[in-house]
Structure formats: C-alpha cells, structure tokens
C-alpha cells in the first residue's frame, strides 16, 4: 500500500470518530473537538496527518478553526456538500445512490481537466502505464484525479471514493478496453467522444 492510500483511509476515520464523540458525548454545532493531540492518540496516527485530515474536512465545511481557541464543529445544515459526505447520511438510501452519482460527476469532471491541461506526453505515460500494468479502477482514477492537477477535487474524490467503497455495492464489470478507450480518447482531446468513453465504462445513460 502506498504512502497516499494510507493517508487517504486517515480522514474516514477522523469522521467516524468525529461521529462516535458527537453520539457519546452529545455534542453539537459549535462544541469544541478534541485536540490534535488527542485526536492522534485515539486513531494512532501521526499529528501531521491529523492536521491534513482536518485542513481537509475544513474545506468541505464540516469543521472549522478558530485562532488561538481551537477546532470546532459548524453548523452544517445546508451545506450539501457536507452532508452528502458525512457518515451521518449513510443510512439513507437516498443519500447512498447521490453518493456513487456525485463520484462519478467528479470522475467525469477530472477527466474533462485531464483533457484541457495535460501534454500529449503525460497522456502517452498515462496511456504506457494502463497499458502494460494490473490496475484496480479506484488505482485507475487516482490517476486521472492526479493528473487532473486540482487539490480539492482530489481530496473530494478520495472521500467519496472510501464511502463508496463502505458501501459495499455490487461493482460494475469494466474490461481494460473501456479504460484504454477513456484514454484514447484524452488523447483525442474530443469532448464529446470522452463524454461517451466514460459513460460506457460506467455503464450509465447521461452524465
């Protein structure tokens, strides 16, 4: 396992804690969390990496800073965003199937990114590497999401890409055709034509 995979299972896992202190000590909107410190303690990580967690989570509105006072959690009612990627949500059915839809907007949005910023010679290595290696599709599209060159749409994807994965879904069969098709078609720098790559691959209708 690379050193980003292990970092990425970190914020799943300061959200389930963060979810099992609200529930055991009542918290709400406004109380403060745990240190870093402590919140390092309890899930046996570094600090360093409990920082990044929550610099993340701070982004996506969950929680927020204050300056010499502490960390502390908003009030999220309207933010979607928030609640779509809040383990509170995942008992909705509803909210499971907005989960897999809102992966796979932003799979299809970096994949547009991907197609205006990179080099013909990036695309040719991404192309080389699909080609001649055994990959998983969440191995595929850290790819994609990386080359995409947008922080936040790859801290975004990597959440949702771990709720996903919790979900336990029953998994679409794609074949390595469909993801050197996504390629070509990088490569093509045809909007329309990628549109349609990746709709095959997920077997879905529109996008």
């Not at 995942?90 to 910023?117: F, G, H, P, S």
């Not at 599209?141 to 979900?167: G, Q």
């Amino acid at each position: 396992m690379s050193q980003y995979q292990k970092d990425s299972k970190i914020y799943v896992e300061i959200v389930k804690e963060l979810r099992t202190m609200i529930d055991r000590d009542g918290l709400k909107p406004g109380d403060k969390l745990p240190s870093e410190r402590e919140l390092s303690e309890r899930l046996i990580v570094g600090r360093s990496s409990v920082r990044e967690a929550l610099r993340a989570l701070e982004l996506l509105g969950l929680i927020e800073t204050r300056r010499g006072e502490g960390t502390f959690i908003r009030d999220f009612q309207g933010h979607q965003l928030v609640q779509l990627l809040s383990t509170f949500i995942l008992r909705d059915e509803k909210a499971k199937k907005d989960i897999v839809e809102t992966k796979y907007l932003i799979e299809m949005d970096c994949l547009l990114l991907v197609q205006n910023k990179s080099n013909d010679d990036q695309l040719l290595s991404f192309k080389s590497w699909a080609d001649s290696a055994v990959f998983t599709d969440d191995e595929f599209f850290l790819k994609v999401a990386m080359l995409a060159d947008n922080h936040l749409f790859l801290r975004i994807w990597t959440i949702l890409k771990d709720y996903y994965n919790s979900l336990k879904m029953d998994k679409v069969e794609t074949t390595k055709l469909e993801y050197m098709n996504v390629i070509n078609t990088l490569l093509s720098r045809q909007r329309a034509e990628l549109r349609e790559a990746y709709r095959s691959l997920r077997k879905m209708s529109n996008v």
